[in-house]
């Protein structure tokens, strides 16, 4: 990796950690490390290793490929999965009787309001 793409990668690392508020040392406790190696990453003089760049992704809700600088798309990997998903879930709804598609909805409000602990999913509409 050229050093132009490792100050960049350095920078993204840095953005994504202010994001969180999060202190070279709080990020360093949360990866297992030294603070000194936050602050060797985000200068750009050392890229992280593989399993440490995973680890940071998933801090950051970020794709790897975004703290590498292959996208300008923060979540592509995570876009790229909800969409798959999506279009699995209208699939599926297409040829469902509407029973089937009240039963279906009825699942995913429930979800919803179990791991989001809200109520906003409890209007009648149909739509999807």
Request: glycine residues 4%.
């Amino acid at each position: 990796m050229d050093d132009y793409l490792k100050k960049q990668m350095g920078q993204r690392i840095k953005e994504e950690r202010l994001n969180l508020d999060l202190s070279q040392d709080a990020l360093a406790e949360k990866l297992g490390m030294k603070r000194a190696n936050v602050s060797n990453y985000e200068a750009g003089r050392v890229v992280p290793p593989g399993n440490i760049l995973l680890e940071m992704s998933k801090i950051f809700n970020v794709s790897t490929d975004y703290l590498l600088c292959k996208t300008d798309t923060p979540n592509s990997d995570i876009e790229s999965s909800l969409d798959d998903d999506i279009r699995t879930i209208q699939r599926g709804y297409r040829r469902m009787t509407n029973k089937d598609r009240k039963k279906m909805m009825n699942i995913i409000k429930v979800t919803f309001e179990e791991a989001f602990n809200e109520d906003e999913f409890e209007d009648d509409d149909e739509d999807i």
